[in-house]
């Protein structure tokens, strides 16, 4: 079981940065695998980034790949998303959530929600032009 919290949403101005933060309860940390989504009103829930469990491989969305960085510390059981360079597309609720990803599957499944066991409560991401 693992519970998740995020935290560090607000309003900033497009071009301007944030960083969202995820702690997390439970045992064994580490050995998940952690991923970043975003819902804005009306939209089906998408992919925003991903961090392999173990290895820390990451992976990103088209959209925001260059921008956003995901990362995690382990001693600290807390996993971040910064965000740079936003804009007002980005605007959206973030969820953090965790999952066991064994190590055969691909990136591919790591972009999916529904892998996904354990999620946040969210946190609101508001990008003003």
């Known amino acids: 079981q693992v519970q998740l919290v995020e935290s560090g949403g607000g309003l900033v101005q497009a071009g301007g940065s944030l960083r969202l933060s995820c702690v997390a309860s439970?045992?064994?940390?580490?050995?998940?695998?952690l991923g970043w989504f975003r819902q804005a009103p009306g939209k089906e829930r998408e992919f925003v980034a991903a961090?392999?469990?173990?290895?820390?491989?990451?992976g990103y969305a088209d959209s925001v790949k260059g921008r956003f960085t995901i990362s995690r510390d382990n001693a600290k059981n807390t996993g971040y998303l910064q965000m740079n360079s936003l804009k007002p597309e980005d605007t959206a609720v973030y969820y953090c959530?965790?999952?066991?990803?064994?190590?055969?599957?691909?990136?591919?499944?790591?972009?999916?929600?529904?892998?996904?066991?354990?999620w946040g409560q969210g946190t609101q991401v508001t990008v003003s032009s």
């Open positions: 961090i392999k469990r173990t290895t820390g491989h990451t």
């Open positions: 959530a965790a999952t066991w990803d064994v190590d055969p599957y691909g990136s591919t499944w790591r972009r999916l929600p529904n892998n996904y066991d354990y």
């Open positions: 439970g045992r064994a940390f580490s050995d998940y695998t």
